[in-house]
């Protein structure tokens, strides 16, 4: 490896670790609270040295929330139309494991969201993630009144089960979803060998 490439590769490692040091101080406080110096003290750098990466606050945040597009592209590439609500506590589950194991993705939706409080619009994730949601429902039944409130209540469990669980780990939001679901739809019971 050249002296170039040796200088890219650290580059980037210093812009994810920028990333995953900014995710931190946003999943915690929020877009207005966060901190560019706690967020530079977090990785024992100056200022100077993260608007090195990043020009602004405000494009910290832009590239976290642009994570939020590959989550609901994998989701979307993982799940097989199998039938209804049960596929909705698969996608609920998915997007609370991935909340969940990745800062970067709960700070993501804590910055969509304290931009949604600002704006008349829906956060696009959730619009993306409601549209996803319909179309698994649409696949196993025929759509009508009811397979709108299901996407509804996914969006629902899954804010709910955000805004109510520890920052900025989001600790325990999985099986809180899981149990939520399990509360209000619950899943249908194996037969038991024997």
């Given amino acids: ?3 170039t490439n040796k200088k890219q590769a650290r580059s980037q490692r210093t812009y994810q670790l920028a990333l995953e040091s900014a995710a931190v101080e946003f999943a915690r406080y929020g877009f207005a609270d966060a901190s560019l110096l706690r967020m530079a003290d977090r990785m024992n750098l100056t200022k100077g040295a993260l608007y090195g990466h990043f020009r602004s606050k405000e494009e910290i945040a832009s590239s976290l929330v642009a994570l939020l597009d590959g989550v609901l592209e994998n989701l979307a590439a993982r ?3 199998a ?3 049960r596929e909705l506590r698969l996608l609920s589950g998915s997007v609370a494991d991935a909340i969940e194991s990745d800062v970067r993705i709960s700070a993501a939706l804590r910055l969509a969201f304290d931009g949604a409080q600002r704006s008349e619009d829906t956060p696009e994730f959730l619009t993306s993630l409601r ?3 319909l179309e698994l429902l649409s696949a196993s ?3 009508d009144e009811r397979t709108r409130v299901l ?5 629902v469990v899954l804010v709910g089960a955000y805004y109510t669980a520890p920052a900025p780990e989001r600790a325990g ?3 809180r979803v899981q149990d939520m679901w399990d509360l209000l739809a619950p899943a249908p019971q194996l037969p038991v060998d024997g």
């Fill in 1 to 3: 490896m050249n002296g």
């Fill in 79 to 81: 799940s097989a139309p």
């Fill in 141 to 143: 039944e025929e759509p």
């Fill in 83 to 85: 039938g209804g609500v």
């Fill in 173 to 175: 939001m999985s099986a």
């Fill in 131 to 133: 549209r996803h949601a």
């Fill in 151 to 155: 996407a509804d209540l996914l969006i």
